[in-house]
């Protein structure tokens, strides 16, 4: 696949690189990276070789640094929007994964940018890396999920009071609150990337599909409701 | 607004609300209810306001109940919901923690969005000792915030926590020197006026309710409140500005 404007997809063995590839604007997103991103998440889900996504920012600077706001103004009005929201629901579609995805993380991650990492399963940050949401100094809401999934990983206070504060985290404080799995030097991010991902594609992609629904699903369900679930798919592997 | 239990004043653009002193007794405790059900409606319609601080009048202001020094069962007559009126206000609430923070005073500052607590502050949920439990949302907020295990130590064992502790586990955000948290809490409020107002209640209100839904709900939840805050002016205010590098002014419209 490829020929996409805003992203570099990559395919090597069992693992499927996605780059977020607009460097001149720190991959920043936009109309046409939400395009792109939704056409390579429906193939990767489509294809039974990628056992594993890894998710990562072009250039030095930065993962991503937030949607671009030139593109806002512009914007349909809201009930046309909210139309096209759920019609090209990229959400959805990072949210159904059925194979893991990697966060490597360098550099500025703010906004729809920290959206996008924690709908990957594992993040893992370089020293460099600084996390930030500014959405409500713009007078709007994170509206890539970050209402949604900042709490339910680092918990509502911590992310309220990044909310409220606008204050950014360093690399080390966002290791402290759960925010990310490890912290890299930044020249050994990506190899460490590659490393787990290729560790996780030579297991039985079965189980590992099976376990990341368990957790996943399980997390919407009672207990009760989660364990007859973990039941039924550790039956299927 | 002839408030006795609380006062409540606008400084530098935020909103603080003191409980005033209090030996536990029903009376008191039916006032506060009544008083902050009543501030709750009236600051809902103050547009401007970004966040609310809620501190006591002197430490220890947050140690009452079932399991504190002093505490006397009134027949049920005392069990006032008073952490589900700080529930019900639809700004940020920030917890302004100094001494202890006991029983049903750690129920009412679980109710809020954060804590800031006083490096000498502890923190406890006691109730157990006076072989009851938590009656005004403890058992539900806290394992939702800490976990079930510290949860567990902390309402079956009666554990007390100092406040490096709380804050290793994620009970409170902040630990700073004692008399410097409502300093520390307006300093967090002075950032918060960079911010949209009306932005500020749908964040609060995305995260809280949508914590209770599926993620699929919550995602939900989050567009449409995301394209309602659309139609208001205060958004091409906030992009305008950024855009041309200015500070904003939002009017919460």
């Given at each position: ?237 | ?78 069990r006032w919901a008073l952490a589900e009126q700080i529930a019900r206000f639809d700004k940020p609430v920030i917890a302004v923690l100094e001494g ?154």
């Amino acid at each position: 696949m490829s020929g996409f404007e805003t992203i570099i997809y990559e395919k090597d063995g069992g693992v499927a690189y996605v780059t977020l590839n607009r460097p001149e604007a720190l991959n920043a997103y936009n109309i046409q990276m939400r395009d792109d991103l939704y056409e390579v998440l429906g193939a990767v889900a489509d294809d039974p070789e990628v056992r594993v996504v890894v998710v990562k920012g072009g250039g030095d600077k930065a993962f991503c640094a937030g949607a671009d706001l030139k593109e806002f103004m512009s914007a349909p009005p809201p009930t046309q929007a909210r139309m096209i929201r759920f019609q090209r629901d990229i959400w959805d579609r990072f949210s159904n994964m059925a194979q893991p995805l990697i966060a490597a993380l360098n550099g500025y991650v703010l906004g729809s940018g920290i959206e996008i990492a924690l709908f990957c399963d594992i993040r893992l940050a370089a020293t460099n890396a600084r996390f930030g949401l500014p959405e409500v100094s713009l007078g709007i809401i994170p509206a890539a999920g970050g209402t949604q999934t900042l709490p339910r990983t680092i918990g509502a206070a911590k992310a309220m009071e990044m909310l409220l504060t606008n204050e950014w985290l360093d690399a080390a404080e966002a290791l402290r609150v759960g925010l990310v799995n490890k912290l890299l030097e930044p020249q050994d991010l990506l190899p460490a990337a590659r490393a787990m991902a290729e560790r996780i594609a030579s297991y039985n992609p079965n189980a590992v599909r099976a376990a990341k629904q368990a957790v996943r699903r399980g997390q919407d369900m009672s207990l009760s409701q989660g364990l007859r679930l973990e039941k039924l798919l550790a039956r299927s592997i | 607004m002839g408030f006795t239990a609380i006062s409540y004043e606008r400084r530098e653009g935020q909103g603080v609300i003191t409980l005033k002193a209090h030996s536990g007794q029903a009376e008191q405790l039916a006032n506060l209810y009544y008083e902050l059900g009543q501030l709750a409606d009236e600051v809902a319609w103050d547009q401007q306001l970004r966040v609310i601080l809620l501190t006591a009048s002197e430490p220890g202001g947050f140690c009452f109940g079932p399991g504190t020094a002093g505490w006397q069962e009134n027949d049920g007559e005392g069990r006032w919901a008073l952490a589900e009126q700080i529930a019900r206000f639809d700004k940020p609430v920030i917890a302004v923690l100094e001494g202890d923070v006991f029983a049903q005073g750690l129920e009412m500052a679980l109710a809020c969005d954060v804590r800031i607590a006083a490096q000498n502050s502890r923190l406890a949920m006691p109730q157990i000792a006076a072989g009851l439990m938590p009656f005004d949302g403890g058992s539900q907020r806290l394992p939702r915030l800490v976990g079930l295990g510290k949860a567990m130590e902390m309402i079956l064992g009666a554990e007390v926590l100092d406040a490096a502790q709380a804050m290793a586990i994620g009970l409170v955000n902040k630990v700073v020197a004692p008399g410097d948290c409502l300093r520390t809490a307006m300093g967090w409020g002075q950032k918060a006026q960079a911010n949209g107002p009306l932005a500020m209640r749908f964040v609060k209100e995305a995260m809280n309710k949508g914590l209770d839904m599926s993620l699929a709900q919550g995602l939900r939840l989050e567009a449409d409140l995301y394209f309602l805050l659309h139609t208001t002016q205060d958004r091409t205010e906030g992009i305008t500005s950024f855009l041309a590098k200015k500070s904003p002014e939002f009017k919460g419209e």
